[in-house]
T-cell receptor, first 119, second 112 residues
Framework: DVKVTQSSRYLVKRTGEKVFLECVQDMDHENMFWYRQDPGLGLRLIYFSYDVKMKEKGDIPEGYSVSREKKERFSLILESASTNQTSMYLC??????????????????FGDGTRLSIL | AQTVTQSQPEMSVQEAETVTLSCTYDTSESDYYLFWYKQPPSRQMILVIRQEAYKQQNATENRFSVNFQKAAKSFSLKISDSQLGDAAMYFCASDSNYQLIWGAGTKLIIKP
């Protein structure tokens, strides 16, 4: 089974801090994703990566950056945490199948999520 | 922009009965995938079922089946013989090749 591991289940940080959320997958998947989940809004894509050192902005990239130095690891960085970034963060991975810029036709495998509180 | 709408924020069903969760989507793609994901209270999101838009036959996975109406852009999930373990948030998602577009979710409550 695919395992996606997020480094923390719960995290409390202060405004202005630089926050790192780590995600590791063990299935050699090409694609990795960071989502933010808020009640009534579903999942919103922050960033995704389709290869090492490659990244694409999602719908809400402002205030976030990402890093993918190794295929199995995808990090989300909050450059200067703010209270409106308090949320649940989900990491996911998926295999690449098809041709061209196709990143979302395969099932995504999720981590347990990180509940981040910014005080 | 593509959208996915789940009009039922919450649904409840008696154990062992059947329930249908609604989903409508808006896409300009001719070929795409549709997904239902389940997020139990333990929070890990898992895939329930996937449908390819060009396939006429509705996808089925054990007690879970979909009613896919391409012209109407409707993709409902039917859960038969509901079990306590089915209690979860259910999310519908549409694939745009580039990324998934997610609905807001439906909370399913199972009454014993």
């Amino acid at each position: 089974d695919v395992k996606v591991t997020q480094s923390s289940r719960y995290l409390v940080k202060r405004t202005g801090e630089k926050v790192f959320l780590e995600c590791v997958q063990d299935m050699d998947h090409e694609n990795m994703f960071w989502y933010r989940q808020d009640p009534g809004l579903g999942l919103r894509l922050i960033y995704f990566s389709y290869d090492v050192k490659m990244k694409e902005k999602g719908d809400i990239p402002e205030g976030y950056s990402v890093s993918r130095e190794k295929k199995e690891r995808f990090s989300l960085i909050l450059e200067s945490a703010s209270t409106n970034q308090t949320s649940m963060y989900l990491c996911a991975s998926s295999a690449y199948y098809g041709q061209g810029r196709i990143y979302s036709n395969q099932p995504q495998h999720f981590g347990d999520g990180t509940r981040l509180s910014i005080l | 922009a593509q959208t996915v709408t789940q009009s039922q924020p919450e649904m409840s069903v008696q154990e062992a009965e059947t329930v249908t969760l609604s989903c409508t989507y808006d896409t300009s793609e001719s070929d795409y995938y549709l997904f239902w994901y389940k997020q139990p209270p333990s929070r890990q999101m898992i895939l329930v079922i996937r449908q390819e838009a060009y396939k006429q036959q509705n996808a089925t996975e054990n007690r879970f089946s979909v009613n896919f109406q391409k012209a109407a852009k409707s993709f409902s999930l039917k859960i038969s013989d509901s079990q306590l373990g089915d209690a979860a948030m259910y999310f519908c998602a549409s694939d745009s090749n580039y990324q998934l577009i997610w609905g807001a979710g439906t909370k399913l409550i199972i009454k014993p």
